[in-house]
């Protein structure tokens, strides 16, 4: 195809002859060529990969057709072919039979030919899928809470009668032999309750809100750590002096960020290095709304990584890497962050673990947000 300069659409506005279309193919981006009736014509190699169809296949058959809930797609299709634009990006979800959603920036093109061909050309739409796939994750998170939440009120009603049989019990016997089991039980109901406790505290709300130095949470948490792994384990600091405070609970995000240091001690076995880092973030979106800045932590370590079969679900209840583990320390800060506004994100891999908090400062609807009007948080 004669004018064909990748990854440019505008060049492909020539009229296309035939024997050309497999220029398509120098496109990064996936492209699809159909004639006036909305049938699909050509479709690049990246098209194929991306929807998981053969040109072969699908030659000749209504492009929309591919397609389960495609209303939008054939919109845009029914508006190419009265010409009423000749030029038109758009967002677009689609979702092929049995597979899930892809979220793609489309660029339509009207081709300057009397076939009346148009170009379709989808790239995804990353800040639109990660927003999908929060949300997604936030839903799921959402349900096991209250799952656990409902079992944790279930179960702790019968506690406290157990616990008291058990001392009534325990003053009957005369042997002190036997009152050892009495005991055992105690301390095992207590030991229910306080996981309950645990379970149910996030759920409890903001019960102290103030003007939160981020840098004096991280200094509390690295003494905790570094009293409980005093030999072997390093905690790196590396701040960023001109970060504002933040409005919240210092108990809630002291626990949260407890919770991720330790769970980076346990995997490195209290033998590494730990790094804390702090930055401002710009422009950033947490749950569907944006911030034009936001508290940026970092928690990373050198550790062996989180297994790959749970790290989609390292935030839900009851998941845990560790034997030992109940799984209820990182559900625990996610939902105390998440009470705050923002949200834990994580990235790992063999030798670098990296948990990251966000905590947003103010909305880019809010021209004089709390950034603006709080003190520095230096140390």
Request: glycine share 8%; charged share 30%.
């Given at each position: 195809?004669?004018?064909?300069?990748?990854?440019?659409?505008?060049?492909l506005r020539?009229?296309?002859e035939?024997?050309g279309?497999?220029?398509?193919?120098?496109?990064?981006?996936?492209?699809?060529?159909?004639?006036?009736?909305?049938?699909?014509?050509?479709?690049?190699?990246?098209?194929?990969?991306?929807?998981?169809?053969?040109?072969?296949?699908?030659?000749?058959?209504?492009f929309?057709?591919?397609f389960?809930?495609?209303?939008?797609?054939?919109?845009?299709?029914?508006?190419?072919?009265?010409?009423?634009?000749?030029?038109?990006?758009?967002?677009?979800?689609?979702?092929?039979?049995g597979?899930?959603?892809?979220?793609?920036?489309?660029?339509?093109?009207?081709l300057?030919?009397?076939?009346?061909?148009?170009?379709?050309?989808?790239?995804?739409?990353?800040?639109?899928?990660?927003?999908?796939?929060?949300?997604?994750?936030?839903d799921?998170?959402?349900?096991?809470?209250?799952?656990?939440?409902?079992l944790?009120?279930?179960?702790?009603?019968?506690?406290?009668?157990?616990?008291?049989?058990?001392?009534?019990l325990?003053?009957?016997?005369?042997?002190?032999e036997?009152?050892?089991?009495?005991?055992?039980?105690?301390?095992e109901?207590?030991r229910?309750?306080?996981?309950?406790?645990r379970?149910?505290?996030?759920?409890?709300?903001?019960?102290?809100?103030?003007?939160?130095?981020?840098h004096?949470?991280?200094?509390?948490v690295?003494?905790?750590?570094?009293?409980?792994?005093?030999?072997?384990?390093?905690i790196?600091?590396?701040?960023?002096?001109?970060?504002?405070?933040?409005?919240?609970?210092?108990?809630?995000?002291?626990q949260?960020?407890l919770?991720?240091v330790?769970n980076?001690?346990?995997?490195?076995?209290?033998?590494?290095?730990?790094?804390?880092?702090?930055?401002?973030?710009?422009?950033?979106?947490?749950?569907?709304?944006?911030?034009?800045?936001?508290?940026d932590?970092?928690v990373i370590?050198?550790?062996?990584?989180?297994?790959p079969e749970?790290?989609?679900?390292?935030?839900?209840?009851m998941?845990?890497?560790?034997?030992?583990g109940?799984g209820?320390?990182?559900?625990?800060a996610?939902?105390?962050?998440?009470?705050h506004?923002g949200?834990?994100?994580c990235?790992?891999?063999p030798?670098?673990t990296?948990?990251?908090?966000?905590?947003?400062?103010?909305?880019?609807s809010?021209?004089?947000?709390?950034a603006?009007?709080?003190?520095?948080?230096?140390?």
């Open positions: 195809m004669r004018g064909v300069r990748p990854p440019r659409i505008s060049n020539r009229t296309p035939a024997s279309l497999d220029g398509l193919d120098l496109l990064t981006g996936a492209v699809a060529l159909l004639d006036a009736q909305g049938a699909t014509v050509f479709l690049n190699d990246a098209a194929e990969e991306l929807f998981e169809v053969s040109l072969r296949r699908v030659r000749g058959q209504a929309s057709e591919l389960v809930e495609s209303d939008a797609l054939e919109a845009l299709l029914a508006k190419a072919m009265v010409r009423e634009f000749d030029e038109r990006r758009t967002e677009l979800t689609l979702k092929r039979p597979r899930e959603g892809v979220a793609l920036l489309t660029d339509a093109t009207v300057d030919d009397p076939r009346g061909f148009l170009l379709l050309e989808f790239r995804p739409d990353l800040q639109r899928q990660r927003a999908e796939r929060d949300e997604r994750r936030r799921a998170l959402q349900a096991g809470h209250d799952l656990v939440r409902g944790a009120h279930e179960i702790r009603n019968p506690l406290g009668g157990i616990r008291g049989a058990a001392q009534l325990e003053s009957e016997l005369e042997a002190p036997m009152r050892e089991y009495t005991q055992v039980i105690v301390r109901v207590d229910l309750r306080a996981l309950l406790d379970l149910l505290e996030p759920h409890r709300g903001l019960s102290h809100l103030e003007d939160v130095n981020l004096e949470v991280c200094e509390r690295c003494a905790l750590v570094l009293a409980e792994w005093p030999q072997g384990l390093r790196e600091r590396d701040y960023d002096a001109s970060l504002p405070s933040v409005r919240g609970d210092p108990e809630q995000l002291i949260a960020l919770n991720l330790r980076a001690a346990q995997a490195l076995a209290g033998r590494g290095s730990i790094r804390l880092v702090t930055r401002i973030a710009r422009q950033v979106t947490i749950d569907r709304r944006r911030h034009r800045l936001a508290l932590l970092h370590d050198d550790g062996p990584g989180v297994d749970i790290r989609e679900r390292i935030f839900f209840p998941v845990s890497a560790r034997p030992d109940v209820l320390g990182l559900t625990l996610q939902n105390l962050i998440l009470r506004g949200v834990i994100e990235e790992s891999q030798g670098h990296d948990f990251r908090i966000l905590l947003p400062l103010g909305s880019e809010d021209a004089n947000g709390p603006t009007a709080m003190h520095g948080g230096n140390l």
